[in-house]
Nanobody, 113 residues
């Protein structure tokens, strides 16, 4: 069983920044997803074991996913935040690139003035 724990969420004003962290008991292919109330969970960004990244269109140019394999931690740096970025953000781990089998409990991000 793989455990993941997110941290770093909170309340931020529009235009502000937050950095989310996720510590995992094991890291292979990693990802951040998000889910807003009443909406489906959506992929935000992925990162391979070699550090190759991929982003949803809404995240390109504003969000950066990274990983520190020595610390078993991934990060999501979020800049220029908008109210529509308000959601619960989930860290996930998968054995392959396209499917994520293990999930954290989520951390809430609220963008509001």
């Amino acid at each position: 069983q793989v455990q993941l724990e997110e941290s770093g969420g909170g309340l931020v004003q529009p235009g502000g920044s937050l950095r989310l962290s996720c510590t995992a008991s094991r890291m292979i292919h990693m990802a951040w997803h998000r889910q807003a109330p009443g909406e489906q969970r959506t992929l935000v960004a992925t990162i391979t074991p070699d550090g190759v990244t991929n982003y949803a269109d809404f995240a390109k140019g504003r969000f950066v996913i990274s990983r520190d394999n020595a610390k078993n931690t991934i990060y999501l740096q979020m800049n220029s935040l908008k109210p529509e970025d308000t959601a619960t953000y989930y860290c996930a781990m998968g054995w392959g690139r396209a499917r994520f089998d293990y999930w954290g409990q989520g951390t809430q991000v609220t963008v509001s003035s």
